[in-house]
Nanobody
Protein backbone atom coordinates (compact mmCIF):
# COMPACT_ATOMS: atom_id res chain seq x y z
CA UNK A 1 0.00 0.00 0.00
CA UNK A 2 1.19 3.47 -0.84
CA UNK A 3 1.88 6.08 1.78
CA UNK A 4 2.51 9.74 1.02
CA UNK A 5 4.34 12.10 3.34
CA UNK A 6 4.38 15.81 2.62
CA UNK A 7 6.85 18.45 3.73
CA UNK A 8 7.39 22.12 3.08
CA UNK A 9 4.90 24.93 3.16
CA UNK A 10 4.64 27.77 5.64
CA UNK A 11 4.18 31.52 5.61
CA UNK A 12 5.56 33.76 2.89
CA UNK A 13 4.96 37.26 1.61
CA UNK A 14 3.31 37.86 -1.74
CA UNK A 15 5.82 37.42 -4.53
CA UNK A 16 7.81 34.91 -2.54
CA UNK A 17 8.50 31.24 -3.14
CA UNK A 18 7.94 27.94 -1.38
CA UNK A 19 8.64 24.33 -2.26
CA UNK A 20 6.47 21.41 -1.29
CA UNK A 21 7.63 17.80 -1.31
CA UNK A 22 5.65 14.58 -1.51
CA UNK A 23 7.50 11.34 -0.77
CA UNK A 24 5.91 8.01 -1.67
CA UNK A 25 6.67 4.78 0.13
CA UNK A 26 5.28 1.27 0.29
CA UNK A 27 4.37 -0.92 -2.63
CA UNK A 28 3.30 0.67 -5.88
CA UNK A 29 3.86 0.24 -9.56
CA UNK A 30 6.42 2.52 -11.20
CA UNK A 31 3.77 3.91 -13.53
CA UNK A 32 1.89 6.40 -11.44
CA UNK A 33 1.10 10.07 -11.14
CA UNK A 34 1.19 12.50 -8.28
CA UNK A 35 -1.36 15.25 -8.19
CA UNK A 36 -1.36 18.39 -6.11
CA UNK A 37 -4.60 19.83 -4.84
CA UNK A 38 -5.48 22.70 -2.54
CA UNK A 39 -8.38 23.71 -0.39
CA UNK A 40 -8.93 27.22 0.90
CA UNK A 41 -11.28 27.93 3.81
CA UNK A 42 -14.88 27.75 2.69
CA UNK A 43 -13.96 26.53 -0.77
CA UNK A 44 -13.96 23.19 -2.52
CA UNK A 45 -10.78 21.25 -3.08
CA UNK A 46 -9.31 22.05 -6.49
CA UNK A 47 -6.65 20.53 -8.69
CA UNK A 48 -3.43 22.50 -9.03
CA UNK A 49 -1.02 20.34 -10.93
CA UNK A 50 0.05 16.77 -11.58
CA UNK A 51 2.96 14.82 -12.97
CA UNK A 52 3.17 11.37 -14.49
CA UNK A 53 6.46 10.07 -13.15
CA UNK A 54 6.97 7.51 -15.92
CA UNK A 55 7.32 10.06 -18.71
CA UNK A 56 7.50 13.33 -16.76
CA UNK A 57 4.45 14.82 -18.44
CA UNK A 58 2.75 17.52 -16.42
CA UNK A 59 -0.49 19.41 -16.12
CA UNK A 60 -1.05 22.82 -14.56
CA UNK A 61 -4.25 24.64 -13.75
CA UNK A 62 -4.52 28.01 -15.45
CA UNK A 63 -4.36 29.76 -12.09
CA UNK A 64 -0.80 28.53 -11.45
CA UNK A 65 0.58 28.10 -14.95
CA UNK A 66 3.89 29.89 -15.33
CA UNK A 67 4.34 30.22 -11.55
CA UNK A 68 4.35 26.63 -10.27
CA UNK A 69 6.68 23.90 -11.49
CA UNK A 70 6.60 20.19 -10.83
CA UNK A 71 9.60 17.90 -10.82
CA UNK A 72 10.29 14.38 -9.66
CA UNK A 73 13.25 12.46 -8.30
CA UNK A 74 12.41 8.88 -9.14
CA UNK A 75 15.37 7.56 -7.15
CA UNK A 76 13.71 8.97 -4.04
CA UNK A 77 10.10 8.49 -5.18
CA UNK A 78 9.60 12.15 -4.39
CA UNK A 79 7.76 14.87 -6.27
CA UNK A 80 8.43 18.54 -5.73
CA UNK A 81 6.09 21.47 -6.30
CA UNK A 82 8.05 24.68 -6.68
CA UNK A 83 5.77 27.66 -6.16
CA UNK A 84 7.04 31.07 -7.27
CA UNK A 85 5.42 34.50 -7.46
CA UNK A 86 2.97 33.46 -4.79
CA UNK A 87 -0.24 35.42 -4.36
CA UNK A 88 -2.56 35.76 -1.37
CA UNK A 89 -5.14 33.73 -3.28
CA UNK A 90 -2.74 30.78 -3.25
CA UNK A 91 -3.32 30.49 0.49
CA UNK A 92 -4.73 27.04 1.19
CA UNK A 93 -3.98 23.61 2.57
CA UNK A 94 -2.10 21.73 -0.13
CA UNK A 95 -2.42 17.97 -0.59
CA UNK A 96 -0.56 15.53 -2.78
CA UNK A 97 -2.29 12.39 -3.97
CA UNK A 98 -1.39 9.18 -5.81
CA UNK A 99 -2.91 7.94 -9.05
CA UNK A 100 -2.14 4.46 -10.37
CA UNK A 101 -1.19 3.84 -14.00
CA UNK A 102 -2.69 6.92 -15.62
CA UNK A 103 -3.75 6.64 -19.23
CA UNK A 104 -3.12 9.83 -21.11
CA UNK A 105 -2.72 13.07 -19.18
CA UNK A 106 -3.00 12.96 -15.41
CA UNK A 107 -4.84 16.25 -15.76
CA UNK A 108 -7.80 14.37 -17.23
CA UNK A 109 -8.48 12.61 -13.92
CA UNK A 110 -10.75 13.83 -11.15
CA UNK A 111 -10.25 14.00 -7.40
CA UNK A 112 -11.94 10.62 -6.67
CA UNK A 113 -9.48 8.89 -9.01
CA UNK A 114 -6.63 9.74 -6.64
CA UNK A 115 -6.92 7.06 -3.97
CA UNK A 116 -4.11 7.80 -1.54
CA UNK A 117 -3.56 11.25 -0.05
CA UNK A 118 -0.85 13.02 1.89
CA UNK A 119 -1.51 14.63 5.23
CA UNK A 120 -1.79 18.16 3.86
CA UNK A 121 0.36 21.19 4.51
CA UNK A 122 -0.59 24.82 5.07
CA UNK A 123 0.60 27.50 2.67
CA UNK A 124 -0.14 31.07 3.72
CA UNK A 125 0.70 34.03 1.52
CA UNK A 126 0.47 37.44 3.16
CA UNK A 127 -0.23 40.60 1.18
Amino acid sequence: EVQLVQSGGGLVQAGGSLRLSCAASGFFFDDYAIGWFRQAPGKEREGVSCISVRDGSTYYADSVKGRFTLSSDNTKNTVYLQMNSLKPEDTAVYYCAHLNTPLGSCGDYDIPDFRVWGQGTQVTVSS
